[in-house]
């Protein structure tokens, strides 16, 4: 799946051999920036990084360095939401570098609140002896009277941050009167029922109004297809208008993209006979929102396979395209709610996987490759939402869009877990074929039940499906998903299923992943011990398409404190996707946190602290984030899977 | 729970059947609401609707001799997975095909069903027919959209077994997944299941499945 940035549409020129490498220790050079050293090296790819998934970064990309056209940017034609992002049209090249570095504009040093950007870090993967290289200080433009969290923050920051501009000591976990953060709390609820005689009307109206993200699936002949909020009657008039505006601009040959209205920012996005928009008032970017409009539209595709789509508009263009979809607003709603909660795994465009020691996560490989129905294409042990481990063909990898598309049906909407047996699901997996279906089998099973299986397998009465369970699924189960182009593998798949965890129970690989899902994820404080000034980090893999992090606990334990963390992450991601270059470190402060990201072909890191922590302690503690993951790699990262 | 289950092991006179049932019947008339009643004894307001088909097996005990378990396959009623549905009824044993009493318009996707499952599926399939939705119209007489006395003609004529019932209320539930048990040819299947591995009661399954014959022991002492 492309990159969250706007890779895809904006071009580039790739540099495989930038000339002005300072030495392998990533700092010399960086003088001119005064307030931090840059992080060091980056963890060294291993070859046995290759593999899990398609997406990974080839050698020639790892080693290259991206940057767009300063003409491209064609997504902020309307003003920016964020103050960064104008400022951030300053694009340079190489020849640019040198003349932005010795005269900085304007700077004003007393501008605390300010973001630098610092010296750019290569990682050549052939390079054993220099992992890491770095520019020249490259870039360190001042973004004057611009913070991307302060003074200028994007309108809805602002909204979010409305009381905390007051006191200065209020924390983020501490927000909770917050009147937008309360609208947050209200996001999901379901408008009120409309009364027979339309008296609530203006209630209603009110209450749709009130969301702060709103979703739109139209026909290209302009019938509404999916709204996240609201009945047709109440949407009606908005899909009117934009269906107006998206015509009248594909008619002028100039596709509308994107334009912000006060805080709030539309998207469009035109795929083959239909029409998506999307409404934010959080502070999303445009790329942001594409991505998620990208997402709802896979999801479309993998209910009816692309050809049936468009034969169903090519036969008859006004048809209603709500009744083939009957019963998947739930799945649109889940990935709707799910972008509007802030989710990492949707910011990263990548799965979370369970930390499990290496050896048994080699135990449990080892388990799905004997045990493999020759049905089989691809097989998921998923335990707590996160990925136990993955069994695949050689040649086929899992597109990171179709596995969101997975988890979504599984863990967000609520049909399949509540549903209490098997199920065996057509789907069309559009990053792997938009032009077929595949059959995906789904058992959920708590361990007391994978036990069960495992004592008497295949005779034994799944205690599930018995009358005396009391067992309500959850998320704390154990997925196991079995995917094949065969639509009559049910059984074939089902005694995998019952072998695999036979195998699993003998190997008390059952009880190891029950342990581990108890354990959860570590807080920060216990992942990077001595009192680390970070409240939380997010971690990506970018060859292994993978990310990790700490618990949102202590600090981000509510929704709200929760949705402002992912807002702020948000917009770290977007600045440092803004251009296409792999090295970035960029350093953020407002009054409520001080943030870093980081950027390199391998890895993106987020970090979060309280405060006026001094960046290099940030810093310092972005460096053990790193350091740790490096030690840590093999239990939080799938690196390969099971590969047949 | 519900059910009332053989204790212990089963004497040596014991009989044990297993067969493949199918839902069929349009989208949100009840049958995955039935399902839950029947096998979790549980009803559920706000029941997403189902996604693909969701397979869960329940085991009914007819006597003290006599034990029936039901491979459930609860298909979803929506229009684009009509071509998957020979898949579930293929080797079904029975089938209850489900409408909503307060919409007459899914009598008739109902009809639909039961003539495509006495040309299509096993010769000797048990059909039941089930008005769902019961409650609703104990509540307000006036939602009735379909007639008992329609349904109860309809069902006779074609040879089907009829019950209006209530997932919600667990009206004639029981009953109906009872009365399909009853009618099944259980001496045949379980004598067949009981010859050893590999025996297929009734021909249930598309599958292999070599338990048939034991399966009832662990299910039945479970309660
Ligand atoms: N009042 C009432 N509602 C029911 C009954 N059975 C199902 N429902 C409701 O009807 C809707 C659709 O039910 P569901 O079981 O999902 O239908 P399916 O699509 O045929 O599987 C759900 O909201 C159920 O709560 C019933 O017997 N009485
Ligand atoms: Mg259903």
């Known amino acids: ?644 | 729970m519900a059910q009332r289950m053989q204790q212990g092991g089963r004497p040596g006179g014991a009989r044990f059947a297993q067969f493949k049932l199918v839902l069929l019947g349009e989208s949100a008339v009840g049958k995955s609401s039935l399902v839950l009643r029947f096998v979790k004894d549980q009803f559920d307001d706000y029941r997403e609707s189902t996604i693909g088909a969701a397979f869960l097996t329940q085991t009914l005990a007819l006597d003290d001799q006599t034990t029936v378990k039901f491979e459930i396959w609860d298909t979803a009623g929506q229009e684009r997975y009509k071509s998957l549905a020979p898949m579930y009824y293929r080797n079904a044993n029975c089938a209850v095909v489900v409408y909503d009493i307060t919409q007459a318009s899914s009598l008739d996707k109902a009809k639909a069903w039961v003539k495509e499952l006495q040309r299509q599926a096993n010769e000797n399939i048990v059909i039941a027919l089930a008005g769902n939705k019961a409650d609703l119209v104990a509540e307000q007489p006036d939602k009735r959209a379909v007639p008992v006395a329609d349904a109860e003609a309809y069902a006779k004529e074609a040879n089907l077994l009829f019950f209006e019932t209530s997932a919600k209320t667990a009206e004639n539930v029981k009953e109906l997944f009872t009365a399909i048990a009853k009618k099944l040819p259980i001496e045949q299947a379980s004598q067949r299941g009981m010859r050893g591995a590999g025996g297929r009661p009734g021909g249930v399954d598309l599958g292999r499945r070599e338990d048939a014959g034991t399966a009832g022991g662990a299910g039945g002492c479970q309660c």
């Not at chain 1, 997402?295 to 395209?321: A, G």
Request: charged share 20%; proline share 7%; glycine share 6%.
């Open chain 1, 1 to 644: 799946m492309a990159n969250p940035g706007s890779e895809d549409d904006t071009p580039t020129i790739k540099m495989d051999e930038p000339e002005s490498r300072a030495d392998g220790d990533g700092v010399s050079g960086l003088e001119q920036s005064r307030e931090m050293t840059p992080p060091p090296l980056p963890p060294r790819p291993t070859t046995a990084n290759l593999g899990l998934l398609d997406d990974r970064p080839t050698t020639a990309d790892m080693g290259s360095l991206k940057l767009p056209k300063r003409t491209s940017r064609p997504h902020l034609q309307s003003q920016a939401t964020t103050a960064l992002s104008l400022t951030d049209i300053q694009i340079q090249s190489r020849g640019e570098s040198a003349s932005i570095n010795s005269s900085p504009v304007s700077r004003d040093p007393s501008q605390k609140r300010s973001i630098s950007r610092f010296g750019r870090f290569v990682n050549s993967s052939e390079d054993d002896s220099a992992s890491t290289r770095s520019y020249a200080p490259t870039l360190d433009v001042p973004y004057d009277n611009v913070s991307m969290l302060g003074d200028e923050p994007s309108p809805a920051w602002k909204a979010l941050n409305s009381q905390l501009d007051i006191d200065e000591s209020l924390q983020l976990d501490e927000a909770f009167e917050d009147p937008l953060s309360e609208r947050i709390t209200l996001e999901f609820d379901d408008l009120e029922v409309r009364a027979g005689n339309g008296s609530n009307e203006t209630v209603l109206l009110d209450q749709w109004s009130a969301k702060l993200k709103h979703f739109f699936v139209l026909s290209a002949s302009g019938k509404p297809v999916y709204s996240r909020h609201g009945d047709d009657h109440l949407v009606s008039h908005y899909v009117g208008v934009a269906q107006t505006l998206i015509s009248f601009y594909q008619g002028a040959n100039d596709p509308l993209k994107t334009f912000t209205a006060g805080d709030t920012r539309f998207v469009m996005l035109a795929k083959g006979p239909l029409n998506l928009v999307a409404v934010s008032k959080i502070g999303e970017s445009e790329a942001q929102l594409r991505n998620q409009l990208e997402s709802l539209y896979m999801q479309v595709l993998s209910t009816l396979s692309l050809p049936s789509l468009e034969k169903i508009f090519s036969n008859r263009p006004s048809t209603d395209l709500r009744r083939p979809l009957q019963g998947t607003d739930v799945l649109l709603d889940g990935l709707s709610d799910g972008f509007t909660r802030g989710s990492p795994s949707t910011l990263l465009s990548s799965l979370e996987c369970l930390r499990l020691r290496k050896t048994h996560r080699r135990i449990i490989n080892d388990s799905l490759l004997k045990v493999r129905s020759p049905d089989l294409l691809y097989g998921l042990i998923v335990a707590a939402g996160r990925l136990v481990s993955v069994v695949r063909p050689k040649k086929h990898s899992l597109h990171p869009g179709d596995l969101h598309l997975i988890f979504n049906m599984l863990f967000e909407a609520g049909s399949v877990k509540a549903g209490g047996g098997e199920n065996w699901i057509p789907l069309c997996l559009p990053g792997f074929n938009n032009t077929g279906f595949l059959y995906m089998y789904v058992s959920f099973l708590s361990p007391a039940e994978a036990a069960a299986v495992a004592s008497s397998p295949v005779t034994a009465e799944r205690p599930r499906t018995a009358s005396d369970t009391e067992h309500t699924p959850s998320s704390d189960d154990l997925a196991i998903v079995f995917i094949s182009p065969n639509k009559d593998a049910f059984y074939s798949l089902r005694s995998m299923r019952d072998s695999l965890i036979t195998s699993l129970a003998q190997s008390k690989m059952l009880a190891a992943l029950a342990a581990a899902m108890d354990a959860g994820r570590a807080p920060c404080s216990s992942i990077l011990p001595g009192g680390t000034p970070l409240k939380h980090f997010l971690y990506k893999s970018r060859g292994n398409v993978q990310f990790t992090m700490p618990s949102f606990e202590p600090h981000f334990a509510g929704p709200i404190a929760r949705r402002k963390l992912m807002t702020l992450y948000a917009h770290l991601h977007e600045v440092v996707h803004v251009r296409n270059s792999h090295l970035k470190v960029l350093h953020a402060v407002s009054r409520e946190a001080t943030a870093l990201a980081w950027v390199t072909p391998v890895f993106e890191l987020y970090c979060v602290a309280g405060p006026g922590v001094a960046r290099q302690t940030v810093t310092q503690a972005a460096n053990k984030v790193v350091q740790w993951i490096r030690k840590e790699e093999e239990r939080v990262f799938i690196i390969g899977g099971a590969v047949f």
